[in-house]
């Protein structure tokens, strides 16, 4: 494979995962708007709120799993960008 044409993948990658990160920012930013609705609303409504929390603990649980995956790809997405970035420095140097 000639090098020109690696540099051209390596930039195209670093641009989707550029990208992936950008909509990761996003949703986080939903989730916390989420999050801060639940949280208004429920302390509105106490009983409501503790019943919810006892009757959803299951799915609740997930969620968090599933929120810590999300932050665990997201750092994932933003070291491989670092690494894609050296390797095309280390192209353009040499």
């Known amino acids: 494979m000639r090098n020109r044409n690696f540099n051209h993948i390596l930039e195209k990658r670093l641009n989707f995962y550029q990208q992936w990160a950008n909509d990761f ?3 986080f930013k939903h989730c916390e708007v989420t999050e801060q609705v639940s949280k208004t609303y429920y302390d509105e409504k106490p009983f409501l709120g503790i019943f919810m929390k006892i009757y959803f ?8 799993f599933d929120k810590l995956r999300a ?3 997201y750092n994932k997405c933003l070291h491989e960008i670092k690494i894609i970035k050296d390797l095309l420095k280390q192209k353009q140097e040499g």
């Not at 603990?57 to 968090?64: A, R």
């Open 71 to 73: 932050q665990h790809t």
């Open 57 to 64: 603990l299951p799915i609740n649980v997930l969620k968090k």
């Open 25 to 27: 920012i996003i949703y």
